[in-house]
């Protein structure tokens, strides 16, 4: 079954106009997928980074879509990638875009997929949404829902600053990321040909505003507090050597998450890029068993509703 991956536009609730992508496996015009993944990427990251998902699981006849979020690297605007205003941005772009594919396939389920800091936006996005845009289920990979180093009383004060003057001063991370001498470099997936894709991917940022720094904070810094009002079935992924997020945040923070139905996986060799490292089969299967499990028991469950 061929797999196509196409990209098209919609209008955020703003009049800004975004890209997103779609993976389809071969429907006509009168089918509707299985089931809708709507997948959100993470910091510097884009909607391709769901190739290897939307690929897989389209062979289930399961669409996925992958959105481009506002400020960053494939934001239309040039001047507002590294930018973002408030949180909230994000939660509207997010409810619209839901709202417009809830309207192209009624009564398809939905199910939703973050990455790294896309995990954590779906998280508190989830924590203060509407009962209609609470999806059949959660996959959360490589979730980063918790700081691990917190900046001294200094550091606090100067970015205070920074804030109140300048709130609109680019940072460019890479002063702050190379690695130390004798250092061995921290890696987020042990695939080389990815690596060396990344470093010149046209997505790639390392400049940011100090207030895109702070809504990343203040993102992250509640996913802990959001945990508990999450209520729909969950599935986290998460690696041994992740450099963003410890092993054992990811299992606290799994501990807090408030539905009743929830599966950790873990898997002890991997890096953060779980869709780009080498165990992405395995991790490809796993969620592969958990969605088609779900879609089955709530297809089951809605043929009975039927009869009866």
């Not at 690929?55 to 992958?66: D, G, K, M, P």
């Not at 991790?283 to 089951?300: Q, Y």
């Amino acid at each position: 079954m061929q797999t196509t991956c196409a990209r098209h536009e919609w209008t955020a609730p703003d009049g800004e106009i975004f890209s997103y992508s779609m993976w389809v496996a071969g429907l006509s015009e009168d089918q509707s997928p299985v089931a809708i993944v709507v997948a959100v990427h993470g910091l510097s990251g884009a909607a391709l980074d769901y190739e290897p998902l939307g690929s897989y699981l389209a062979r289930h006849r399961v669409a996925t879509f992958a959105l481009e979020l506002r400020g960053q690297g494939n934001d239309p605007h040039p001047a507002r990638r590294g930018d973002l205003v408030q949180i909230e941005d994000w939660f509207r772009d997010l409810s619209a875009f839901l709202s417009l594919i809830r309207s192209r396939y009624p009564g398809t389920q939905i199910y939703y997929y973050g990455e790294s800091m896309g995990a954590a936006l779906l998280t508190r996005f989830l924590a203060q949404a509407r009962e209609v845009e609470q999806p059949a289920g959660l996959v959360l990979a490589s979730p980063v829902v918790a700081l691990q180093d917190r900046p001294s009383w200094w550091q606090t004060q100067v970015f205070r600053f920074l804030l109140w003057v300048r709130p609109t001063h680019r940072i460019d991370v890479r002063k702050f990321t190379r690695p130390k001498v004798n250092e061995p470099p921290k890696l987020v997936t042990r695939d080389e040909a990815h690596r060396r894709w990344f470093e010149t991917a046209p997505h790639k940022l390392d400049i940011f505003t100090v207030r895109f720094f702070k809504c990343l904070h203040d993102l992250i810094d509640g996913c802990f507090a959001a945990a508990s009002k999450i209520k729909v079935p969950v599935l986290v992924i998460y690696a041994a050597n992740d450099v963003f997020i410890p092993p054992i945040l990811v299992e606290q923070f799994f501990a807090r998450l408030g539905s009743n139905e929830k599966e950790l996986r873990f898997f002890p060799e991997s890096y953060h890029l779980l869709l780009h490292d080498h165990d992405k089969m395995q991790a490809l299967e796993c969620i592969e068993a958990w969605l088609l499990g779900r879609i089955e028991s709530i297809s089951r469950r809605q043929a009975q509703d039927g009869r009866v």
